[in-house]
């Protein structure tokens, strides 16, 4: 009986055994949702590689999308989704995820569950890192060439951009999907300062002046492609600080509202007047040096020691972000700050920050926007947004994802971001969900107030990346802001004086500065913004501190990441390569 | 001799034996223990083995188990990185001062509170002073951040009034730390007279009635009756707090430290989530994480043996 009951039992288990492989199989080969019979080209793309054609469609596959720089608001069902679903027969999984939280999206990708592609603002893993973690696959070049054409001219149109990102030991293979970065063609930011004060102080503007626009607060926002010195700022910060600009009789107002975080952008000119970028390395004296351990950068801290010392900044600029800096502005107790193009010509995306903040709440405030201060050496400008050319940001596929859902993710991607048929993916349909500003075509798009402008059950920006050509730039653009850009920010011969690049970079992987960047950029960070804010709020003396603090950086990891950055390319050479 | 043997042996089963019947009897609350007893034991002892992290170079990727071991490479560098030596210091500093300054603030308020006749008076006082306890520390920082502004704050305006320089307290070192254990006390102070007004509740009546036979003032009668009273609580509690001694207070620092202040408020918490959330060297936080727990265990266990050498309190 037991040996009958042996028998009958090892007989179930071997038949369930060759019924479940027959199933996995079967699957494997005909998958889920394939429907109709094959097209010549299906047929043709099946014999090539073994994946479908390019616009074979046929079989259903099953996305887990997360966008790129997404807030995590996206509603399931949204029209975007379901016009996507039914163009590229997908059935997209949502992935509800704040891109630019940093706790959570570091917590998403310490635990591997990643989306099938991602872009997240709040990470911080280099595509090296990411692909040497085990988290993203490679895209090889003949997939991008058949499933991405438009991206591939991308590439082609933007010199070294085939050789970037290339992984590790594999010549056609890449770690990521690169943007072109259109809308920072550009300087990113400028001074402006506070024209009914001026006037009220009898100072003059640097140069001839125009209002930017005709309405909307835009008619008191003027411009000159004229700069002050740094000279002529500080004297100008003194009369805001003392002279009462605002006329209330108090000493109430300051010439500077700086803030603790985003270094890079309130020094912006500031700095580039002493011929620096933060964040860059640069050249001095024939060595190698980063920029924040630079002769350049001390002078350019001894300058702002100088300017608080006077209380020209506002004294809670220590305890105080972005964000709250904006807000503060908004009291209106500010003469000078430093702002993007787009946040005066009052882009919609740029809603709230000031300075506009301030000229929308109060009719009798008037702005002078002006050109990069001049520096003790003549030397005008900033730090250019991407180190070499204008590819940056990255898209990444996840290990998970197989060939075939790789060549349906690249048609994808490649229509969505650089196809214009695209746009409604970004504004459904013009006229019925979004109207242009201006003139069409030419101007800003704006989604209608009753959708959501981004994500929610629209979807709108919820599967794109940030590629944008200058076609695309200009939708997110005002004809302020086109203005501001056409007139000087964006002008080929400014770019070209004022744009300050770092004198070596690492464009194509080929060192292992990013793997030591992240080994002591946190330390390095510590001290550098120390050392800063001590510096300037004049808890330490400058000059004495100096050396120290120099030995200090390179000590802590500085020195390593300077040595392998010797090996790295010029940036000039990178740029005059075609 | 096998006879005295077996003898002893049954002897010494005899209370096992109680034991289990004991233990039978009592099967339903046995069976009534095994569901939170498996929560504690899901939640609290299984995710442990994410400690393994500190001793792996942690490749998300990979997992705990597959990343590679780092043969101790955090441990060791541990204390050549003078940001964790900072932090550490800092940690010990901000802690023994709280302990000093904000752990006895309960316990007096519980008694002034005890000594309040005014009912009414004494419930409002309750009231008002736990209210603060159930706000986050995002929401009290920027009510801090205001009180304490160099700009609008009252205190800068009472500094500025009687013709002194207002002072920026949370960007200066020197205030800093004055102004954490303030901000501290308010919070909890309150919710931290609980238990010892609890305590106090269940001294025996007779004792004062006792005290006011032999003549004694209510001044008198606080400090030999309800304080000795409260020693208890107040060692089991100290002892707890020796155990968070490292835990320096995350939250109230991240949400009011800048880097202005760094060097006196980097505690390791905040160095902890610096590392491993911003900069994603997970593994290298988690051995400075388990570092901090290890020292806390230490404490609890030290402090404990040695006030149950000296008393007859403490935890176990």
């Known amino acids: 009986m037991q040996k009958r009951f042996n028998v009958l039992l090892s007989a179930a288990l071997a038949g369930s055994l060759v019924l479940a492989m027959v199933g996995c199989s079967s699957e494997s080969k005909t998958g ?5 019979s094959k097209s010549e080209s299906q047929k043709q793309g099946d014999q090539q590689s073994g994946l479908p ?4 469609f046929s079989k259903k ?15 399931d069902g949204n029209w975007v989704q379901k016009k996507l679903e039914e163009k590229y027969n997908i059935k997209i999984s949502n992935v509800k995820v704040d891109t630019w939280n940093k706790d959570q999206v570091q917590l998403m990708i310490a635990a591997g569950d990643l989306p099938d592609t991602f872009a997240f603002n709040g990470g911080t893993l280099s595509a090296l890192e990411y692909y040497e973690n085990g988290l993203t696959r490679t895209i090889p070049k003949d997939m991008l060439k058949k499933y991405a054409p438009l991206y591939s001219k991308m590439l082609d149109e933007n010199p070294p951009g085939w050789e970037m990102n290339v992984a590790p030991g594999k010549k056609d293979e890449y770690l990521a999907l690169v943007g072109y970065q259109g809308h920072t063609k550009n300087l990113i ?10 006037e009220k102080l009898g100072i003059k503007p640097p140069g001839d002046m125009k209002p930017i626009g005709t309405s909307g607060g835009l008619e008191r926002i003027y411009f000159t492609d004229k700069a002050y010195t740094l000279e002529e700022t500080e004297n100008i910060l003194k009369a805001f600080t003392f002279n009462d600009p605002d006329g209330n009789g108090k000493n109430d107002t300051y010439g500077m509202l700086p803030f603790n975080n985003n ?6 000119t500031l700095l580039g007047a002493y011929g620096a970028a933060s964040g860059y390395n640069l050249e001095e004296n024939g060595k190698l040096v980063a920029a924040e351990i630079s002769q350049k950068y001390k002078d350019f801290l001894k300058m702002m020691a100088r300017w608080n010392k006077e209380g020209l900044l506002d004294p809670e600029w220590t305890t105080i972000d972005v964000n709250k800096s904006w807000e503060k502005y908004k009291l209106g107790k500010t003469g000078y700050y430093p702002a993007q193009p787009a946040y005066v010509g009052m882009d919609a995306w740029t809603k709230g920050r000031a300075p506009a903040n301030l000229v929308e709440k109060d ?3 008037k702005l002078l926007v002006t050109a990069p201060e001049i520096g003790p050496n003549g030397q005008q400008g900033e730090g250019a947004f991407t180190p070499v050319n204008r590819l940056g940001d990255a898209f990444y596929i996840s290990k998970k994802v197989t060939d075939e859902q790789l060549a349906r993710i690249l048609q994808i991607f490649d229509y969505i971001n650089f196809d214009d048929d695209s746009r409604w993916t970004l504004y459904g349909e013009i006229g019925t969900h979004s109207t242009w500003q201006g003139t069409p075509e030419k101007s800003e798009i704006k989604v209608k107030p ?24 200009s939708y997110q653009t005002s004809e302020a802001t086109t203005k501001l850009k056409t007139e000087f920010f964006g002008r080929p011969d400014v770019l070209q004086k004022m744009e300050i690049r770092p004198f070596r970079y690492d464009l194509m992987n080929q060192t292992k500065s990013a793997e030591l960047n992240k080994k002591y950029k946190g330390q390095l960070d510590t001290i550098v913004n120390e050392f800063r804010m001590k510096a300037i709020v004049g808890q330490i003396d400058i000059d004495k501190e100096w050396d120290k603090y120099v030995q200090n950086y390179l000590n802590s990891g500085g020195k390593e990441i300077l040595a392998e950055l010797e090996k790295a390319p010029k940036v000039a050479d990178l740029l005059s390569k075609k | 001799m096998d006879a005295v043997l077996q003898r002893d042996q049954q002897h010494r089963s005899k209370p096992r034996n109680e034991n289990l019947i004991r233990a039978k009897k009592m099967k339903t609350l046995y069976l009534m223990m095994l569901v939170p007893m498996l929560l504690l034991f899901l939640f609290h002892y299984v995710p442990l083995y994410g400690i393994l992290v500190a001793f792996k170079k942690f490749s998300p990727g990979l997992g705990i188990w597959k990343s590679e071991w780092n043969h101790f490479e955090h441990f060791k560098s541990l204390f050549h990185d003078f940001l964790f030596i900072r932090a550490l210091k800092n940690t010990l500093v901000i802690s023994v001062l709280k302990l000093i300054v904000a752990f006895p603030a309960p316990i007096v308020l519980a008694v002034l509170l005890n000594e309040v006749r005014h009912v009414m008076f004494k419930k409002v006082t309750q009231s008002i002073s736990y209210l603060p306890h159930f706000m986050s520390w995002v929401i009290l920082a920027s009510m801090v951040g205001e009180v304490l502004s160099p700009q609008r704050g009252i205190i800068n305006f009472v500094i500025h009034s009687l013709g002194g320089t207002p002072i920026n307290f949370l960007a200066d070192k020197n205030f800093f730390i004055p102004a954490l254990i303030v901000t501290d006390i308010w919070k909890e102070i309150g919710w931290g007279a609980i238990i010892y007004l609890a305590a106090i509740s269940s001294i025996n009546p007779d004792l004062y009635e006792a005290a006011d036979v032999d003549g004694a003032g209510r001044f008198k009668k606080m400090i030999h009756i309800t304080v000795p009273s409260l020693v208890p609580m107040i060692v089991i509690l100290f002892i707890l707090s020796l155990g968070n001694i490292l835990n320096a207070g995350f939250d109230q620092i991240l949400n009011l430290y800048n880097p202005m202040v760094y060097d006196v408020a980097d505690i390791i918490d905040t160095y902890v989530y610096r590392k491993g959330l911003e900069q994603f060297q997970l593994d290298y936080a988690t051995a400075v994480g388990l570092f901090k727990n290890v020292v806390g265990v230490v404490l609890i ?9 000296r008393s007859e309190h403490g935890i176990w």
């Open chain 1, 32 to 36: 889920t949702g394939t429907t109709g």
């Open chain 1, 450 to 473: 009753e959708y959501p402008d981004m994500e929610g059950n629209m979807g709108f920006w919820a599967y794109n990346f940030r590629s944008y050509d200058d076609k695309r730039a």
């Open chain 1, 53 to 56: 054609a390019p616009g074979d």
């Open chain 1, 363 to 365: 009719p009798g405030v």
């Open chain 1, 263 to 268: 270094f890079s952008n309130w020094a912006a």
């Open chain 1, 189 to 198: 930011w400028a001074p402006t300062f506070r024209l009914d004060w001026l």
């Open chain 1, 61 to 75: 596959l099953d996305l887990k999308l997360s966008g790129a720089f997404t807030r995590g608001k996206i509603e």
């Open chain 2, 301 to 309: 266990v030290g402090a404990n043996a040695i006030i149950r050498r």
